[in-house]
Each structure stands twice: as structure tokens, then as C-alpha cells.
């Protein structure tokens, strides 16, 4: 996948075969855009890697990623979805995140998204507030933002990348 589209959400809705859960105004419990579950036709057992180094809830502790990534540092993204080396590891489906670098080309990036209750709708009827619903979750915003620069400090010998993202989000639980 090209830059732009390295969020691993999207392999779901971009890979056939693939199904999982969307994160959806973060409420999946995935950390802006990091899903560490998915099927491939049925069958679980993805493993997730950022420059072939494995990071997908490496520890077991549940639905929490085992290392949050930046999306500002990913160039790429590769999806191996069958016919696995024996160097895979992944009993499933092996994706692996190609890392931005610099270059002897000065390049910089500039990212960003909000969002907040005014772009939301509810589903709060009649009939629910007749059951004693107040008032239904509600997202009060959400933000992501994020610059990259790289180029060259020496030509064809050293260079350099930097990345820096700021990103949260905010929701209110129903009836509170």
C-alpha cells in the first residue's frame, strides 16, 4: 500500500479475504488506526511488523497492541496473504510495515484530521428514552496530526528522517 494508505485498518476494507473490525471513532479499542486482530478468510493468526521486527501483542496481554507505531513513519505497507516463506512466522497472514527513510532528496510531509460531536448523528428514539436512555455515547473529538522531514546531511553517504505526531481522542459515555 502507498503512502497515505498505511493505516493497517485498511487492509481489512482493501485486502479480499481479510474481515476484522473498522476502529470507529476509536471505539473498538484500537489505537488510532492499530488493529492487531484480523481473519483471512476465516482463519486468525496475523502477525503485524514495522522493518520485519514483529509487533503485534508480542506479550499476549489482550487487545492492547504490543508497540504503538506512528502512521507519520510508514512509506508502505506489504501483505503476504498465502504461500508463506518458512521465514513468515505468521500461521495466517504476515504484514509488514516499510519504514520512511531519508534520501539524498529533501522531502517533508504534513498530516491531519479532526473531527467532533457536530459531525456525529444519534440513534437516541423515543422508545429509548422510554427505557430510561438519556442520552447515547458520543465522540467529543477526535485529532490526529503529524510532520516528517528528511534529506541528506551528507549526499550518498549520511542522511537523516524525523517524525513527530500529536493525536487523542475524547468520548463521552452514555447517560453520564
Same mark, same amino acid.
Given at each position: 500500500?502507498? %503512502?497515505?494508505? !498505511?493505516?493497517?485498518?485498511?487492509?481489512?476494507?482493501?485486502?479480499?479475504?481479510?474481515?476484522?473490525? $473498522?476502529?470507529?471513532?476509536?471505539?473498538?479499542? $484500537?489505537?488510532?488506526? =492499530?488493529?492487531?486482530?484480523?481473519?483471512?478468510?476465516?482463519?486468525? +493468526? *496475523?502477525?503485524?511488523?514495522?522493518?520485519?521486527?514483529?509487533?503485534?501483542?508480542?506479550?499476549? !496481554?489482550?487487545?492492547? &497492541?504490543?508497540?504503538?507505531?506512528? %502512521? =507519520?513513519?510508514?512509506? +508502505?505497507? !506489504? #501483505?503476504?496473504?498465502?504461500?508463506?516463506? @518458512?521465514?513468515?512466522?505468521? &500461521?495466517?497472514?504476515?504484514?509488514?510495515?516499510? /519504514?520512511?527513510?531519508?534520501?539524498?532528496?529533501?522531502?517533508?510531509?504534513?498530516?491531519?484530521?479532526?473531527?467532533?460531536?457536530?459531525? =456525529? !448523528?444519534?440513534?437516541?428514539?423515543?422508545?429509548?428514552? @422510554?427505557?430510561?436512555? %438519556? *442520552?447515547? /455515547?458520543?465522540?467529543?473529538?477526535?485529532?490526529?496530526?503529524?510532520?516528517?522531514?528528511?534529506? &541528506?546531511?551528507?549526499?550518498?553517504? #549520511?542522511?537523516?528522517? $524525523?517524525?513527530?505526531?500529536?493525536?487523542?481522542?475524547?468520548?463521552?459515555? *452514555? +447517560?453520564?
Amino acid at each position: 500500500l502507498p %503512502t497515505g494508505q !498505511s493505516n493497517v485498518v485498511n487492509l481489512i476494507a482493501l485486502t479480499p479475504g481479510m474481515t476484522g473490525n $473498522a476502529n470507529v471513532g476509536g471505539s473498538t479499542g $484500537a489505537y488510532h488506526g =492499530q488493529q492487531t486482530k484480523g481473519q483471512f478468510h476465516g482463519k486468525r +493468526g *496475523s502477525h503485524i511488523k514495522y522493518d520485519g521486527m514483529r509487533i503485534d501483542n508480542y506479550a499476549g !496481554s489482550g487487545d492492547s &497492541p504490543g508497540y504503538l507505531f506512528s %502512521t =507519520q513513519t510508514v512509506e +508502505g505497507t !506489504s #501483505v503476504e496473504t498465502g504461500g508463506a516463506g @518458512a521465514d513468515s512466522g505468521a &500461521p495466517n497472514v504476515g504484514i509488514n510495515m516499510i /519504514p520512511k527513510e531519508g534520501g539524498n532528496t529533501f522531502r517533508f510531509g504534513i498530516t491531519g484530521l479532526y473531527t467532533n460531536k457536530s459531525l =456525529q !448523528s444519534d440513534n437516541l428514539s423515543d422508545a429509548l428514552v @422510554a427505557r430510561g436512555l %438519556t *442520552s447515547v /455515547p458520543e465522540l467529543d473529538r477526535m485529532y490526529d496530526a503529524g510532520f516528517t522531514i528528511g534529506g &541528506p546531511i551528507s549526499r550518498d553517504k #549520511v542522511w537523516f528522517f $524525523a517524525s513527530i505526531r500529536r493525536w487523542g481522542t475524547k468520548n463521552k459515555a *452514555s +447517560g453520564l
